[in-house]
């Protein structure tokens, strides 16, 4: 925790992948990952289930100890899977201690926003690290329409800021920014105090997180361009491409609310 406080401060990129098994996890490290995350992805990559909802909490702690066996230098830290931690802040703390003392990781990682800050403070206050995740929610992907990308509009954009916001306030040491708009993602990080770690959200975030199997083309439906932590490092990755696009009327109207200027000017 206090190398990734040093490094946020001085500005340095953060990077983070995924890790399902000891192989897998002794690569990122060996790599020289900051984070190390035991996702819940997994599901479908290494247990081929049709998507992250199948996965119970027994099985996430069974590949969670298998990474943490690997994992020597990286911050490791376990998703908690769905159907874990809504029910309420104490469900969602009896999980985390599982993942902490079964699971052997370091901090835990659980999707929302507003809604779940009372869980993160919740967590937080027990003394386990919470890393946020915010934007596209994959485990929320039945309400959301779909994988779709999140903060487009103006008012989408002001409402993942304030889900960034109030993660931050709930003790959130980091919060992942998934599918948002690299201009966005770009401002919301400029407010917060705290890292953000991007995937689909362009490279001015705090850091990247990238998928081990769509890096190593191991997984056949990966379409992730090939990355590296040299690239997260350079802030060569993501570029232009791996981005997604926001209006830059609804962009102006964003950064206005915010009190904050568009890049360039």
């Known amino acids: 925790m206090g190398t990734l406080r040093s490094m946020y401060k001085k500005n340095e990129p953060i990077t983070m992948i995924t890790a399902h098994d000891f192989p897998s996890a002794h690569v990122a490290d060996a790599a020289g990952m900051d984070m190390v995350l035991?996702?819940?992805?997994?599901?479908?990559v290494a247990l081929g289930m049709e998507d992250t909802s199948e996965v119970?909490?027994?099985e996430?702690?069974?590949?969670c100890r298998s990474v943490a066996r690997a994992t020597k230098a990286a911050f490791t830290i376990g998703d908690l899977p769905m159907g874990s931690y809504e029910i309420s802040p104490e469900q969602a703390l009896d999980t985390a201690?599982?993942?902490i003392k079964e699971g052997r990781v370091q901090g835990i990682k659980l999707e929302g926003g507003k809604e779940m800050a009372p869980t993160i403070a919740k967590i937080t206050r027990a003394g386990i690290p919470v890393l946020a995740h915010i934007g596209l929610t994959p485990q929320r992907q039945n309400s959301l329409g779909g994988f779709r990308v999140q903060g487009k509009t103006a008012d989408g954009a002001m409402r993942v800021l304030e889900d960034a916001l109030a993660v931050q306030e709930a003790g959130s040491f980091a919060t992942v920014l998934e599918a948002v708009p690299a201009e966005v993602a770009s401002i919301i990080t400029q407010r917060l105090s705290i890292p953000t770690i991007g995937i689909g959200a362009g490279n001015g975030c705090s850091g990247q997180v990238l998928v081990q199997v769509d890096m190593t083309g191991n997984f056949p439906l990966a379409d992730s361009s090939p990355s590296s932590s040299s690239k997260v490092k350079a802030r060569s990755y993501p570029a232009p491409e791996h981005t997604y696009p926001i209006s830059k009327d609804e962009l102006e109207v964003f950064s206005q609310a915010v009190g904050g200027k568009r890049e360039g000017q």
Do not use: K
């Open 97 to 99: 201690i599982r993942f």
């Open 56 to 58: 119970l909490v027994e």
């Open 38 to 44: 035991v996702g819940d992805s997994l599901a479908m």
């Open 60 to 63: 996430m702690l069974l590949h």
